[in-house]
């Protein structure tokens, strides 16, 4: 079989005759050589089917230049060189195809390290591939014999004085020329530089005498900056009759050529991206390509450079095949992972340091390295890939001592004691707490959590395994408090063993409660009080468990009570308070400011306080306490940044908690689903088991708003999820009776409903937590005994209710309102519905207002005036679809038509039509005054209502009346505009309130 080239100019085959006795065997086994040799390095510079050379032209000429002139009796030798997989096997392939198709045979040798000991090794592959130990009595037979039985040494200084070794020479190599004189030789030898010395010298010898025999001889070299036997390897390189041939990387376009001639090309645009990877050496571009097309991904990004075996088992060969000692010198900068120092390498690799340059100019010259790192991490996964995990971890071993030794930051050390798995020294047990603390402080928890738990492993004494078991919780906390959760058995036995004190036995009392562990955290907060002798900054630390106490579990303040008055009586806490006062006292810790009100001090963190690890706490009971408090309100959560910066660096515990705020706060504004949104969010980021006694905040703001939204079956799933027994110990349990009655309200389950509203209550009281904006009972205990027909009940409530609302907290004095409106006579319901109405409205609660104002229609429509009816349904239905409230449109739809957000109208009482009032109208027009009476008029107050909120007279009502009708272009108050309603005008009035007084 013969192959030939597309790309060959005619003028260079070679057309020198065959000899006429050459055999067909000869021939065949001159292919398969030339075959084998080509096959078995792997190197890919020609296609598999054409043959095809990248960039080697020029070299291919040279060599067939030489080879015509050999085969005419001016014999040469090459010296042929270039880094691994630059393509020298597959260019010397091609040599041996066209010496074959020109008569000559091929004589080929390959040297390597491990034969180096092995004399005349790479002469003895000669020898038989040219076909001279074909007969048991060849003289070359013999000699080879002596060589291999160690009779014949020439590196030995006696022997090398001996005139016997040189005539040996001579007929080794005179039996290679009588051979060629037979038939031309090309006579090639691969990875020259791995020959014994004694091929060496043979090889030297044969060059000085082929002048005029048939013979082209071609060694094939990787560059050697430090030969093994540097005397024989010069003598060989700078032979008078060498010719010097040097293969250099491919270029781009070189690579992109590469690329389209595989079996199935690659997209050549890679072509830079391909050669920024590997530098140009064709073994690595290929393998590249084969791994990236065996995992080609079809979709949006296109084509993708993968990393895979091919690749590993390239960048392996070239390793392996290039001058040592590169192949450990690009370990070690693999498992640094970073730009390392020669000095630093030659240390931990204990050899020359100009060695370790040499081999970096190895790597470099292989395509491996650039600017002493590795030219793309994908190089580096592939070195990773084959070294075995001993080898690794070893290395990481050497380079955790030598970076502590030289002083390298705690993060550098660390990283590798994490790898290296353990290194029993002193040292690292510190250095991994240290470097824990830097990427806590730099929000890098991850790491933080992996150096910590290192530490564990490292730790030379029960104590220091004890305190990075605390530290390795308290960072675990940030992620998910469930696996904080596994640990805390372990550090309450080493509290009482004594191995945990000061600060790590003060967090362990944090997480204890945070798990609903009362017991377990009141034994450790007494362990730690106990002892004899506490420093100010110690003993003050106390205060942050025992406020958690006092405001997670006011039931329990009792069992604390000692230690509490007496950290009181040394000025370093208050006296023991009740909740609310210790949620003061968290948030003033937080802000690092006096205490004061729960509010105050909770404005002051919000603003202040930067969200990390420290404040998380803190910093959720202060918003909730905003929240409660209805700070919270038309301005959204838009006004607190402490919801919004930093988000990039947040934990998911961080993420967690801020979403079970945000999703209280969209809760009182009446945003049913976001509220679901962020809280089902809160339960993504911390499963319930990881919430602790604080799971009761996400449940009961999905069951309120599954509730409200009439997703009844939705609401009873959340009402499955199991929640601690100890959470109903805690201010959470509120929220979640009071969620969990408001489902059996609406699912007319009126009797549960009223024992959760009691039992709330009672808790309440009891916790000296009986707050009216915290959670309203009085108003939910009301409806519930309205529902059961018990009117004088429900008015009772409300008015106890209202009678503890401060003025500013229009949200909850607003319902007040509304319930007490229900429970009282018709006569005096429109004008409690009207006044509940307008205290909705300015809380931005638009849920409860878009009910008020359903009932208030209702009244209206009693009282018999239609047309303010339905305009407040009207405003009522819109205000429910933005709340996602499914029960109110189901009651308001039969009343006032379709609910099509398309319909441009609906049907008036005089069976007319009538604009749409959700339509947006020009009010640019209306002076301040015209804009706050048609605002209350078009909620249905009258004349008369309007001049007694607004202080001027009925006329003056009935003129800014008039001026509005004529410039909005309606006739009656039924045509107003709800977009008056909408801009908050009706809520300014003229002493400065928003809203006047219930």
Same mark, same amino acid.
């Given at each position: 079989?013969?192959?030939? !080239?597309?790309?060959?100019?005619?003028?260079?085959?070679?057309?020198?005759?065959?000899?006429?006795?050459?055999?067909?065997?000869?021939?065949?086994?001159?292919?398969?050589?030339?075959?084998?040799?080509?096959? #078995?390095?792997?190197?890919?510079?020609?296609?598999?089917?054409?043959?095809?050379?990248?960039?080697?032209?020029?070299?291919?000429?040279?060599?067939?230049?030489?080879?015509?002139?050999?085969? /005419?009796?001016?014999?040469?030798?090459?010296?042929?060189?270039?880094?691994?997989?630059?393509?020298?096997?597959?260019?010397?392939?091609?040599?041996?195809?066209?010496?074959?198709?020109?008569?000559?045979?091929?004589?080929?040798?390959?040297?390597?390290?491990?034969?180096?000991?092995?004399?005349?090794?790479?002469?003895?592959?000669?020898?038989?591939?040219?076909?001279?130990?074909?007969?048991?009595?060849?003289?070359?037979?013999?000699?080879?014999?002596?060589?291999?039985?160690?009779?014949?040494?020439?590196?030995?200084?006696?022997?090398?004085?001996?005139?016997?070794?040189?005539?040996?020479?001579?007929?080794?190599?005179?039996?290679?020329?009588?051979? #060629?004189?037979?038939?031309?030789?090309?006579?090639?030898?691969?990875?020259?530089?791995?020959? =014994?010395?004694?091929?060496?010298?043979?090889?030297?010898?044969?060059?000085?005498?082929?002048?005029?025999?048939?013979?082209?001889?071609?060694?094939?070299?990787?560059?050697?900056?430090?030969?093994?036997?540097?005397?024989?390897?010069?003598?060989?390189?700078?032979?008078?009759?060498?010719?010097?041939?040097?293969?250099?990387?491919?270029?781009?376009?070189?690579?992109?050529?590469?690329?389209?001639?595989?079996?199935?090309?690659?997209?050549?645009?890679?072509?830079?991206?391909?050669?920024?990877?590997?530098?140009?050496?064709?073994?690595?571009?290929?393998?590249?390509?084969?791994?990236?097309?065996?995992?080609?991904?079809?979709?949006?990004?296109?084509?993708?450079?993968?990393?895979?075996?091919?690749?590993?088992?390239?960048?392996?060969?070239?390793?392996?095949?290039?001058?040592?000692?590169?192949?450990?010198?690009?370990?070690?900068?693999?498992?640094?992972?970073?730009?390392?120092?020669?000095?630093?390498?030659?240390?931990?690799?204990?050899?020359?340091?100009?060695?370790?340059?040499?081999?970096?100019?190895?790597?470099?010259?292989?395509?491996?390295?650039?600017?002493?790192?590795?030219?793309?991490?994908?190089?580096?996964?592939?070195?990773?890939?084959?070294?075995?995990?001993?080898?690794?971890?070893?290395?990481?071993?050497?380079?955790?001592?030598?970076?502590?030794?030289?002083?390298?930051?705690?993060?550098?050390?660390?990283?590798?004691?994490?790898?290296?798995?353990?290194?029993?020294?002193?040292?690292?047990?510190?250095?991994?707490?240290?470097?824990?603390?830097?990427?806590?402080?730099?929000?890098?928890?991850?790491?933080?959590?992996?150096?910590?738990? !290192?530490?564990?492993?490292?730790?030379?004494? *029960?104590?220091?395994?004890?305190?990075?078991?605390?530290?390795?919780?308290?960072?675990?906390?940030?992620?998910?408090?469930?696996?904080?959760?596994?640990?805390?058995?372990?550090?309450?036995?080493?509290?009482?063993?004594?191995?945990?004190? /000061?600060?790590?036995?003060?967090?362990?009392?944090?997480?204890?409660?945070?798990?609903?562990?009362?017991?377990?955290?009141?034994?450790?907060?007494?362990?730690?009080?106990?002892?004899?002798?506490?420093?100010?900054?110690?003993?003050?630390?106390?205060?942050?468990?025992?406020?958690?106490?006092?405001?997670?579990?006011?039931?329990?303040?009792?069992?604390? /009570?000692?230690?509490?008055?007496?950290?009181?009586?040394?000025?370093?806490?208050?006296?023991?308070?009740?909740?609310?006062?210790?949620?003061?006292?968290?948030?003033?810790?937080?802000?690092?400011?006096?205490?004061?009100?729960?509010?105050?001090?909770?404005?002051?963190?919000?603003?202040?306080?930067?969200? *990390?690890?420290?404040?998380?706490?803190?910093?959720?009971?202060?918003?909730?306490?905003?929240?409660?408090?209805?700070?919270?309100?038309?301005?959204?959560?838009?006004?607190?940044?402490?919801?919004?910066?930093?988000?990039?660096?947040?934990?998911?515990?961080?993420?967690?908690?801020? !979403?079970?705020?945000?999703?209280?706060?969209?809760?009182?504004?009446?945003?049913?689903?976001?509220?679901?949104?962020? #809280?089902?969010?809160?339960?993504?980021?911390?499963?319930?088991?990881?919430?602790?006694?604080?799971?009761?905040?996400?449940?009961?703001?999905?069951?309120?708003?599954?509730?409200?939204?009439?997703?009844?079956?939705?609401?009873?799933?959340?009402?499955?999820?199991?929640?601690?027994?100890?959470?109903?110990?805690?201010?959470?349990?509120?929220?979640?009776?009071?969620?969990?009655?408001?489902?059996?309200?609406?699912?007319?389950?009126?009797?549960?409903?009223?024992?959760?509203?009691?039992?709330?209550?009672?808790?309440?009281?009891?916790?000296?937590?009986?707050?009216?904006?915290?959670?309203?009972?009085?108003?939910?205990?009301?409806? #519930?005994?309205?529902?059961?027909?018990?009117?004088?009940?429900?008015?009772?409530?409300?008015?106890?209710?209202?009678?503890?609302?401060?003025?500013?907290?229009?949200?909850?004095?607003?319902?007040?309102?509304?319930?007490?409106?229900?429970?009282?006579?018709?006569?005096?319901?429109?004008?409690?519905?009207?006044?509940?109405?307008?205290?909705?409205?300015? !809380?931005?609660?638009?849920?409860?207002?878009?009910?008020?104002?359903?009932?208030?229609?209702?009244?209206?429509?009693?009282?018999?005036?239609?047309?303010?009816?339905?305009?407040?349904?009207?405003?009522?239905?819109?205000?429910? /679809?933005?709340?996602?409230?499914?029960?109110?449109?189901?009651?308001?739809?039969?009343?006032?038509?379709?609910?099509?957000?398309?319909?441009?109208?609906?049907? =008036?009482?005089?069976?007319?039509?009538?604009?749409?009032?959700?339509?947006?109208?020009?009010?640019?027009?209306?002076? *301040?005054?015209?804009?706050?009476?048609?605002?209350?008029?078009?909620?249905?107050?009258?004349?008369?209502?309007?001049?007694?909120?607004?202080?001027?007279?009925?006329?003056?009502?009935?003129?800014?009346?008039?001026?509005?009708?004529?410039?909005?272009?309606?006739?009656?108050?039924?045509?107003?505009?709800?977009?008056?309603?909408?801009?908050?005008?009706?809520?300014?009035?003229?002493?400065?309130?928003?809203?006047?007084?219930?």
């Amino acid at each position: 079989m013969r192959m030939t !080239s597309s790309h060959e100019p005619e003028h260079h085959r070679l057309d020198s005759a065959r000899p006429s006795g050459d055999a067909p065997g000869d021939r065949g086994l001159c292919h398969g050589t030339a075959d084998v040799l080509g096959l #078995a390095t792997g190197e890919a510079t020609m296609n598999h089917s054409t043959g095809a050379l990248v960039e080697r032209d020029e070299h291919l000429n040279v060599l067939k230049d030489l080879l015509s002139a050999s085969v /005419r009796g001016q014999g040469r030798a090459v010296m042929l060189t270039g880094a691994s997989g630059s393509g020298k096997t597959v260019l010397l392939n091609r040599l041996a195809q066209l010496a074959w198709e020109a008569g000559a045979k091929v004589v080929t040798a390959v040297a390597s390290h491990a034969e180096q000991s092995l004399p005349l090794g790479v002469i003895g592959q000669l020898a038989h591939s040219a076909g001279l130990l074909a007969e048991s009595d060849s003289p070359v037979a013999g000699l080879l014999e002596e060589a291999m039985s160690a009779r014949w040494d020439s590196t030995d200084t006696e022997q090398a004085r001996d005139a016997t070794p040189a005539r040996k020479l001579h007929a080794l190599c005179m039996a290679l020329l009588s051979r #060629a004189a037979d038939q031309p030789l090309l006579l090639y030898v691969d990875d020259v530089h791995h020959a =014994d010395p004694s091929s060496l010298q043979c090889l030297s010898y044969l060059m000085r005498r082929i002048h005029t025999a048939r013979i082209l001889v071609v060694l094939a070299a990787i560059p050697q900056l430090a030969p093994v036997h540097p005397m024989q390897y010069a003598e060989l390189l700078h032979s008078s009759s060498s010719v010097p041939l040097s293969l250099r990387p491919l270029t781009r376009q070189g690579i992109g050529q590469v690329l389209a001639q595989l079996p199935q090309p690659a997209d050549r645009g890679l072509a830079a991206q391909y050669h920024a990877i590997t530098g140009g050496n064709p073994r690595l571009a290929t393998a590249l390509a084969d791994d990236s097309l065996r995992r080609i991904d079809h979709g949006a990004e296109g084509a993708r450079t993968v990393v895979g075996e091919k690749f590993i088992e390239a960048v392996r060969t070239c390793l392996y095949r290039s001058e040592p000692p590169a192949l450990p010198v690009a370990r070690a900068l693999a498992v640094a992972g970073q730009p390392t120092e020669p000095p630093v390498l030659a240390r931990l690799l204990n050899i020359n340091e100009e060695m370790v340059r040499c081999a970096l100019l190895t790597l470099r010259r292989v395509g491996l390295l650039a600017d002493g790192t590795f030219r793309d991490p994908r190089i580096r996964t592939a070195v990773l890939a084959g070294m075995l995990p001993d080898e690794r971890m070893d290395l990481h071993r050497r380079l955790a001592s030598a970076s502590h030794a030289a002083g390298e930051p705690a993060i550098v050390v660390a990283r590798h004691l994490v790898d290296a798995d353990r290194v029993d020294e002193a040292w690292a047990a510190p250095t991994l707490h240290e470097a824990a603390d830097q990427a806590l402080a730099e929000g890098r928890i991850e790491d933080a959590i992996s150096f910590l738990d !290192s530490a564990c492993t490292a730790s030379v004494d *029960d104590r220091q395994r004890a305190e990075a078991t605390s530290a390795l919780t308290r960072i675990e906390w940030q992620t998910n408090p469930a696996d904080a959760a596994r640990r805390l058995p372990e550090l309450v036995a080493a509290v009482r063993a004594g191995l945990l004190v /000061r600060r790590h036995a003060v967090a362990s009392a944090a997480h204890l409660l945070w798990h609903g562990l009362i017991d377990d955290a009141v034994d450790v907060i007494l362990m730690i009080s106990a002892a004899e002798q506490m420093e100010p900054e110690f003993a003050a630390s106390l205060s942050v468990p025992l406020l958690l106490l006092a405001y997670l579990f006011p039931g329990h303040l009792d069992r604390v /009570r000692g230690p509490w008055e007496s950290l009181a009586a040394r000025g370093l806490m208050p006296p023991p308070c009740r909740p609310l006062q210790a949620a003061a006292e968290l948030t003033a810790l937080a802000a690092r400011s006096p205490h004061g009100d729960a509010v105050a001090a909770a404005e002051q963190v919000v603003h202040n306080t930067r969200v *990390d690890h420290e404040a998380l706490g803190p910093i959720a009971i202060a918003l909730l306490a905003t929240i409660f408090a209805d700070r919270i309100g038309a301005t959204g959560t838009s006004h607190y940044p402490v919801l919004h910066r930093a988000a990039g660096r947040r934990t998911p515990t961080t993420h967690a908690l801020v !979403s079970a705020i945000l999703a209280e706060g969209n809760l009182r504004r009446g945003d049913l689903a976001a509220t679901e949104e962020h #809280a089902r969010r809160a339960l993504d980021l911390i499963p319930a088991k990881g919430w602790g006694v604080a799971v009761g905040a996400p449940l009961s703001d999905l069951v309120m708003a599954t509730t409200i939204s009439g997703a009844y079956d939705a609401a009873e799933e959340w009402l499955s999820v199991p929640v601690p027994a100890a959470m109903f110990d805690t201010p959470f349990s509120l929220k979640y009776l009071h969620a969990r009655g408001t489902y059996y309200l609406r699912t007319n389950c009126v009797r549960a409903a009223l024992i959760d509203f009691q039992a709330c209550g009672r808790m309440m009281v009891a916790w000296d937590l009986d707050l009216p904006e915290l959670v309203p009972w009085r108003t939910e205990l009301a409806r #519930a005994h309205i529902a059961l027909g018990r009117a004088q009940h429900g008015r009772e409530l409300a008015r106890d209710q209202l009678s503890r609302l401060p003025q500013h907290n229009v949200r909850e004095r607003g319902s007040a309102l509304w319930v007490l409106a229900m429970a009282s006579d018709p006569a005096e319901r429109l004008t409690l519905l009207q006044e509940a109405v307008m205290l909705l409205r300015a !809380s931005d609660d638009e849920l409860s207002t878009a009910y008020a104002m359903a009932d208030l229609g209702e009244a209206l429509h009693r009282a018999g005036d239609v047309d303010a009816a339905r305009a407040t349904w009207q405003t009522a239905r819109r205000l429910a /679809r933005r709340s996602d409230a499914g029960p109110l449109l189901d009651r308001i739809r039969p009343i006032i038509g379709t609910d099509d957000p398309e319909e441009p109208s609906a049907p =008036d009482a005089a069976g007319g039509s009538r604009p749409d009032l959700a339509a947006a109208v020009a009010l640019d027009g209306l002076t *301040d005054a015209e804009r706050r009476v048609a605002a209350l008029a078009a909620l249905g107050h009258t004349n008369r209502a309007i001049a007694t909120k607004l202080y001027v007279t009925v006329s003056t009502v009935e003129q800014h009346l008039t001026r509005a009708y004529r410039k909005l272009q309606v006739s009656r108050r039924a045509d107003l505009p709800t977009g008056l309603i909408d801009d908050g005008a009706a809520e300014r009035f003229p002493d400065g309130s928003e809203v006047s007084a219930a």
